[in-house]
């Protein structure tokens, strides 16, 4: 059975960093790519970035994703981080990984290309 498991979400204040991690299991981490996307209330769900297991990636949505957040992974662990710097109150959102099948190079943060979503974990940050 897939199964991605988004942990590390909760209420921080402004200026704050978070790290989350996206546990994967059921599928072969080897040949995936893992992004993570968010959806704030009220808009659409965006990618913010990826990274595939056979490629030294990762891959950012746009410049802006790129200052404060930062995707790495331990392949040991099948589990891929996003750490967020500086949180913003409009960094509030849930925040998803997925997963794309059969990846033997770069990945893109677009979310029509992923086969399977986790559940989210909700990110809430305070003024």
């Known amino acids: 059975e897939v199964q991605l498991v988004e942990s590390g979400g909760g209420l921080v204040q402004a200026g704050e960093s978070l790290r989350l991690s996206c546990a994967a299991s059921?599928?072969?981490?080897?040949?995936?790519?893992i992004g993570w996307f968010r959806q704030a209330p009220g808009k659409a769900r965006e990618g913010l970035a990826c990274?595939?297991?056979?490629?030294?990636?990762?891959?950012y949505a746009d410049p802006a994703v790129r200052g404060r957040f930062t995707i790495t992974s331990d392949n040991a662990k099948k589990t891929v981080y996003l750490h967020i710097t500086s949180l913003k109150p409009e960094d509030t959102a849930v925040y998803y990984c997925?997963?794309?099948?059969?990846?033997?190079?770069?990945?893109?943060?677009?979310?029509?290309?992923?086969?399977?979503w986790g559940q989210g974990t909700q990110v809430t940050v305070s003024s």
């Open positions: 997925a997963v794309m099948y059969n990846v033997v190079g770069p990945c893109i943060p677009h979310q029509g290309l992923y086969d399977y």
């Open positions: 059921g599928f072969s981490f080897d040949d995936s790519a």
């Open positions: 990274k595939s297991s056979r490629d030294d990636g990762p891959y």
